[in-house]
C-alpha cells in the first residue's frame, strides 16, 4: 500500500498542496467539509494513508477503520449534530469519484429517504 500517491487529490488535501476547510486531524486522519455539500453539515474523513477504496483495507487496517468511524462519532458531537448519516461510496458502481478511501457524515436537517 502506497502512503501517499502524488496523483490523488486527497493525498495532495493531505499534504497540503490543496486547500480544505478542515474540521479535525490526528495523525492517522483527517476530515475536511465536502466542496459540493448535500446537507446543512457534510465532511468527509480519510485515512492519512492512501487507501483507494474499502475493498483496499487489509484486515490489519481494522483498528484504523474503527478510528474512522470513532471520528464520526466525535466530528458530530463537536457539531451538535443529534442525528447524522454516514456513507462510504465503494468503487464507480457504488458512486465512488474520488479513489481515497472515505466516509461522508451528512448532518443538520433531518435525514430520510432512500440511500441508492
Ligand atoms: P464519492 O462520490 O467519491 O464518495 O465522494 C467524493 C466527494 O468528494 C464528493 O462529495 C465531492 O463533492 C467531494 N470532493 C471532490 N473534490 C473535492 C475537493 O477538491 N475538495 C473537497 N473538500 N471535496 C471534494
Ligand atoms: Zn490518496
Redesign the pocket.
Known amino acids: 500500500m502506497a502512503v501517499a500517491d502524488p496523483m490523488c487529490?486527497?493525498c495532495r488535501?493531505v499534504a497540503g498542496q490543496?486547500p480544505?476547510?478542515r474540521v479535525y486531524e490526528d495523525d492517522e486522519v483527517m476530515a475536511?467539509?465536502?466542496?459540493?455539500?448535500?446537507a446543512p453539515f457534510?465532511c468527509?474523513i480519510i485515512p492519512k494513508a492512501h487507501v483507494a477504496t474499502l475493498n483496499d483495507f487489509s484486515p490489519e487496517q481494522s483498528a484504523l477503520i474503527g478510528r474512522l468511524l470513532l471520528t464520526a462519532k466525535r466530528i458530530a458531537g463537536e457539531h451538535g449534530l443529534p442525528g447524522y448519516r454516514v456513507?462510504?461510496?465503494v468503487n464507480r458502481e457504488g458512486?465512488?469519484?474520488?479513489?481515497h478511501a472515505?466516509l461522508?457524515v451528512l448532518g443538520g436537517r433531518p435525514l430520510k429517504g432512500a440511500l441508492g
Open positions: 487529490l486527497f488535501i490543496l480544505a476547510d475536511f467539509k465536502d466542496i459540493h455539500p448535500q457534510h468527509l456513507a462510504m461510496n458512486g465512488q469519484v474520488v479513489f472515505h461522508h
